[in-house]
Every structure is written in C-alpha cells, then in structure tokens.
C-alpha cells in the first residue's frame, strides 16, 4: 500500500488567483495521477505526471490551466491557476503500487478548493 | 474504452439489513474492477479489488462483491451493515490496469437506525 499526504487540505480563493496543490507519498512510485472531484459528482482524471516527462492531460483538460509537476518519485503538484467558481471541487492525487498485474490506486485524502 | 454504471445514487438500508449495490461495466477482455468508499469528508478507500481467479472477493470491513462475467457485473454486498457503513460507494473499472481507471457515478448509502 502507500501513505498519501496532501497539502492543503482545504482552502478557499478569490476568483482570478492560482492554487498549488502538493502531493507526497511515503514510497517512490512511477505514476501519479491527478482526479477531480466536483460538488456531489464522481471522479473525473485531469492527468497522468510521471517523472522525468511531459504529464499527459485527459480530454477537456489542458497544462495552461492545471499545469503539473513532477520533480521526484515520491512527490508532485497541481496548479489550478486563473481559479473561476466552477473549480470549486475535491481536487485529489493518487498512485499505483504493486506490479503490472495486480497493481492497486491509491488515494490521498484530496484538497477542498472553494472559489469565491 | 471501458465504462461503469452504478444505476442507484442513493439507497437507504436499515442498520443490521443486508446490502447489495450494484455495478455494470462495459469492457472487452477481462476488467480489472475496484470498489471504493468515500466517507464525508475523507478520501477514497479500497474496499476490494478484481484482476482474475476466484470470482468472489473478499474485502475490508465485511464487505464481498461477486464478478459475473455473464451480466457484466460487480456487485458489492453485505450480509449486515452497521451506521459507520454510511457513506458513497464508487465502482471502478480498469483498462487491463489500475493504472487507469474509470470512476462509476457513486451510491450515497444511507442507514436508517
């Protein structure tokens, strides 16, 4: 298993400002993933960041606007940048641990972003 | 591309009652199939997990779900719920992977004292 901390663990934002979400785990691991969680809604995958390289962004989800890094094995960051209310949602990391066929996700406890 | 459905968003049991919610997926080889729960406020927890073999599985807190190739199914079951098992329950389904994995809408279960 893994042990996922994230920082903030809530915040709340003025409309037009930017919000980095931070992301640790407690073993390295090769991929990480970013989820939202919008308001009574499921998960929804923003992307993909694995080190050393590029984050690979889902559909209707771009870098300008979510931009990723991924500087180690063990930690990485979202921004959500240029906030606007409608990205008041869970925003929530998480990794695989295990082997190619039995590999498991595990989540962090998510960030709470409200936008005013 | 995979997909799951979750056809209950909100069920209501009785404390002590038994419990099934139900997920149908759509895949075209053997899914990797999860079930999560997500109590107010915290994040996801694995509750069980599928990749192959023996078609029950067994999970934490009590809880077992049952792949059923043949109606495309993964349903989550429990003989007895207790009040803390109040919270949202979310399938999921694996491309060959946890590595991605697609999210059904989510059962809000309620207990009813």
């Known amino acids: 298993s893994a042990v996922i901390s994230q920082k903030p663990s809530r915040d709340i934002c003025q409309r037009g400002t930017s919000l980095t979400i931070q992301c640790q785990v407690d073993s390295q691991v090769t991929m990480m993933f970013w989820y939202r969680q919008q308001p009574g809604q499921s998960l929804t995958l923003i992307a993909t960041?694995?080190?050393?390289?590029?984050?690979?962004?889902e559909s209707g989800f771009v870098i300008d606007k979510f931009p990723i890094s991924r500087p180690n094995l063990t930690f990485s960051t979202l921004t959500v940048s240029n906030m606007s209310p409608e990205d008041s949602s869970i925003y929530l990391c998480?990794?695989?641990?295990?082997?190619?066929?039995?590999?498991?996700?595990?989540f962090g406890p998510g960030t709470r972003l409200t936008v005013l | 591309a995979q997909s799951v459905t979750q056809p209950d968003i909100h069920i209501t049991v009785s404390e002590g009652a038994s419990l099934e919610l139900r997920c149908n997926y759509s895949y075209g080889a053997t899914p990797y199939l999860f079930w999560y729960v997500q109590s107010p406020g915290q994040g996801l927890q694995l509750l069980l997990k599928?990749?192959?073999?023996?078609?029950l599985v067994q999970g934490i807190k009590g809880f077992e779900a049952e792949f059923k190739r043949s109606q495309s199914s993964f349903n989550l079951r429990k003989p007895s719920v207790h009040w803390s098992d109040a919270a949202e329950y979310f399938c999921?389904?694996?491309?060959?992977?946890?590595?991605?994995?697609?999210f059904g809408s989510g059962t809000r279960l309620s207990i009813r004292p």
């Open positions: 599928y990749f192959s073999g023996d078609t």
């Open positions: 999921a389904v694996g491309d060959g992977s946890a590595s991605k994995i697609i």
């Open positions: 998480s990794v695989t641990v295990g082997g190619s066929r039995t590999d498991t996700q595990y």
């Open positions: 960041a694995n080190q050393g390289s590029e984050a690979t962004y």
